[in-house]
Every structure is written in structure tokens, then in C-alpha cells.
């Protein structure tokens, strides 16, 4: 048995998870999330808790197994707490705005235009001091993508430590070259 998938889910108070065949609907304060269970998994709900289980005893199905119970439970925790990445701009004139009207991230990065990403459905981004960005949303994957994506834009790079990094990343720093 998979150590992570037979372990139960609690489902916190005010969630509500529905199940139809293989799809999976998980319903809570912060939003809503869909899910297609693989073949060989299965899914109850049960005295406030969640159990998953699998069809087989190979190697494919112990994985999947595991997978299913780890991607429904992120999805509970969404819908609860949230997810939420922070980024940090550090170089002279780098800075973010935030267009809520249009829902766009603007970074000024040193290029000779601003870089202009599309914030998706679901995701909310909050700029403070022109340098902090805070990503937030119930979809654990989707949060971590744009995180990525954005610090993709200008990574930090290892001379001057310019760039955009997560708040907890060690950038770590090299010698520039000396004159003989």
C-alpha cells in the first residue's frame, strides 16, 4: 500500500467535495477546482474524510495511487488556505505594477520595454513597494507556474544579484574578473 495514498483527507468545514465516475469538484471560500482521477484510482467520501484507492498491485498503480491522494488533497488545501509564492525584484529601475483593469503584471527589468504578463483566472498578484510581489490562489500548480514564469523574465543572475527571485532563494555570488 502507498505510504501517502492511504492515508485519509479530512475535509475542512466549509468545503464541499463531489464526485461523478472519475471527476472530482472541490468547492470552498477561496474558489473552485476540477480534477479527472487517473483509470486505476477511485475516490470516497466518507464521515468528513476523504479516501482514495486503487484497482492493482504494479508499480504504475502504487504511483498513481499516491498521485491521486497528494493532487486531491493540494486541491482541498486550495480551496481552504490558498497557495501563495512571494517574489522579490532587486536592480536599479526594476519594478512591477499591477493593471487590475485589464489583469496584467508590468515589469520594468532593464530591457528597453516593459515586460507585460497576463495574470490568469483564479490567480491574484499583489505588488508592494514596487518590488514585492505576492502570488495567491487555490491551485497549487498555477501558483507555482506563473511564479516561475515571471521570475523567468530577468532570473537572478550570479555577479550582481539583479533580477527576480523568490523571497527565500540564495543567489549565490561570484568574483567578477581582477586586473592584473
Known amino acids: ?15 464541499k467535495v463531489e464526485v461523478k465516475g472519475q471527476r472530482v469538484s472541490v468547492e470552498g471560500p477561496k474558489g473552485k477546482l476540477n480534477w479527472e482521477l487517473p483509470r486505476r484510482t477511485s475516490l470516497k467520501v466518507q464521515d468528513g474524510k476523504i479516501v482514495v484507492s486503487r484497482q492493482g498491485e504494479d508499480a504504475q498503480a502504487k504511483a498513481l495511487h499516491g498521485l491521486s491522494r497528494a493532487l486531491v488533497n493540494n486541491m482541498v488545501r486550495g480551496v481552504s488556505e490558498g497557495f501563495v509564492k512571494k517574489l522579490e525584484i532587486q536592480g536599479v529601475g526594476f519594478k512591477a505594477a499591477v493593471s487590475e483593469k485589464d489583469k496584467n503584471v508590468t515589469l520594468s527589468l532593464g530591457y528597453s520595454h516593459p515586460v507585460v504578463y ?31 514564469e515571471i521570475r523567468s ?28
Not at 498578484?125 to 516561475?148: C, F, H, W, Y
Request: charged share 30%.
Open 153 to 180: 523574465f530577468y532570473p537572478p543572475e550570479p555577479y550582481k544579484g539583479k533580477g527576480v527571485r523568490y523571497t527565500d532563494e540564495r543567489v549565490i555570488r561570484k568574483e567578477g574578473k581582477t586586473v592584473q
Open 1 to 15: 500500500m502507498s505510504r501517502i495514498g492511504k492515508q485519509p483527507i479530512a475535509i475542512p468545514p466549509k468545503v
Open 118 to 148: 497576463p495574470i490568469p483566472d483564479q490567480i491574484k498578484v499583489i505588488v508592494e513597494e514596487n518590488t514585492k510581489l505576492t502570488i495567491e490562489g487555490p491551485d497549487r500548480q498555477s501558483v507555482g507556474q506563473v511564479a516561475s
